[in-house]
């Protein structure tokens, strides 16, 4: 195939994937990336939808996220926040004075009749982004935490929680009901596609959620396209996140691994860091072609290496060699 006409689809959940996101649109043009993402962690609060994944890609590609904490935006205050606590309000989220504004933008527009699809478009283009964003469905689908002290919805074992509860297992709430966009569908239709990147985010509540979504998952399972992922451990240890406790208190071996083992049926090439160079015969015994790279991302040249290091090894697998 033309290297200048294929295209590629991202699947991505928060920092850890939005990082690899920005590589790949640092170097692959709009009409040839799609990002999909994770809106399990999805909720309602103060009366408003809040999207924290979709909102991550976003200040990400549109050079607006705080790099100091990971998310939100740059340069952000908290007026807003102090006083609800003052009032007595519900502060265990912390909602920036300008965070604030997509919130109130995506709330308006959904109760409007726009889809969570059209909404996204709007705010991503308003802010300068190129790139096409997608969630990964327009029906809500809400990950549910089963933890020792009960089920917990996602921002409240994430963030309320800080997520200290022990946790065994998740479910997505929703998503038997669920299917993909129109604009989704199309994505996974057109016959430029030529490839799939799952970036190095959580699989067990940034990246099964989408999997949940059967439409999709199915898709993924069947598809001829190579799909490869991107390991989320690194040493033994998450890059971000609660991943390798999650991992631990369900019992799985905090090694990348068991993450190409979690994902499996679902891949055909795996990703590990340099210092993981002693796991590649075990995940090519899964039957995963598998390749070592600097998965850390640093820098932004560092994102971009990675990018063209993923894009590299599908156009591998696609020429069979």
């Known amino acids: 195939m033309n290297e200048a006409r294929e ?7 928060g920092v850890g994937g939005a990082k690899l996101c920005l590589g790949l649109a640092s170097i692959l043009s709009a009409d040839r990336i799609t990002f999909v993402v994770n809106t399990g962690d ?13 909102d991550t890609l976003t200040y990400t590609l549109a050079g607006l996220s705080n790099r100091e904490v990971g998310w939100g935006r740059q340069g952000e205050t908290w007026n807003f926040i102090a006083a609800l606590k003052q009032f ?3 502060s265990w989220f912390n909602l920036g004075d300008s965070d604030l504004a997509i919130h109130v933008m995506r709330t308006e527009m959904l109760k409007s009749g726009a889809t969570l699809t059209q909404t996204t478009a709007a705010l991503t283009n308003s802010v300068g982004i190129k790139h096409t964003i997608l969630p990964m469905s327009d029906d809500p689908v809400r990950t549910i935490v089963h933890s020792e002290g009960g089920d917990l919805a996602f921002q409240h074992y994430f963030v309320r929680d800080r997520c200290e509860p022990n946790v065994s297992g998740f479910s997505f709430q929703g ?10 569908r199309a994505c996974l239709d ?11 985010s959580n699989p067990y509540v940034s990246i099964d959620p989408l999997f949940a979504v059967a439409e999709f998952g199915d898709w993924l399972q069947s598809t001829s396209l190579p799909v490869i992922a991107i390991s989320p451990i690194v040493g033994g240890e998450a890059i971000k996140g609660p991943t390798a406790k999650m991992m631990c208190e369900l019992s799985v071996p ?8 979690h994902y499996v ?4 090439g795996f990703v590990i860091d340099e210092r993981d160079r002693e796991w590649r015969d075990d995940i090519k015994a899964l039957g995963l072609e598998t390749i070592v790279a600097q998965t850390v991302m640093v820098t932004l040249a560092d994102r971009i290496d990675l990018a063209q ?8 697998l696609n020429s069979g060699n």
Request: include cysteine.
């Open 309 to 316: 290091c993923a894009i590299d090894f599908i156009r591998r």
């Open 88 to 90: 007595g309000g519900e």
């Open 265 to 268: 049926d679902k891949i055909d």
């Open 254 to 261: 905090t090694s990348p691994a068991a993450v190409a083992q």
């Open 190 to 200: 057109d016959p430029a596609l030529s490839g799939v990147v799952i970036c190095p």
């Open 175 to 184: 998503s038997e009901r669920a299917t993909v966009s129109k604009e989704l």
């Open 42 to 54: 999805d909720f309602e609060h103060l009366g408003l939808h809040i999207s924290p994944d979709l």
């Open 7 to 13: 295209k590629y689809l991202a699947i991505s959940g």
